[in-house]
């Protein structure tokens, strides 16, 4: 994590299985970058969902729908990652994922301050390699820090 990212190596999974195969698809690598699994997305849409929840507790009182974007840029892995990110977001209760495919950072973050959303996240790595992918969390407020 840097700043307001999630950042590392995308590494893809069987799609079925166990756990296992997830961990041998993460130690039969050889970089020291952090990996960014199918797995971890739906782990941080999940988590990052619960957060909104709670920041959100008007709407939950009030039976709304809370509502997250989801965008990203156009590396290839990048529909996988996001996939698993609106699925995990989707498996909170009380919580939708509104994808928006193709998208800029400014635009997920403008989502959330016209109160299109109530939180967004865009899955980019921005200027590293290819191999490299991201996830930028963001609320009406801004973007998440380290401390978040």
Known sequence: KSGSDIRGQFVDHQRTGSLTSVIHSIIDRSSSMPP???LAAYCFGASFANMVK???VDK???DKLIKICVGLDPRPHGVRLADAFARGVEGVEGVQAVYNGLSTTP???EFCRADLCDGG???TASHLP???NGIKLFTKSGGYTKAD
């Open 107 to 109: 635009s997920m973050f």
């Open 130 to 132: 290819e191999d490299r």
């Open 121 to 123: 996240a865009m899955i």
């Open 36 to 38: 960014l699994t199918p």
């Open 60 to 62: 939950v009182n009030d």
């Open 54 to 56: 709670q920041e959100c």
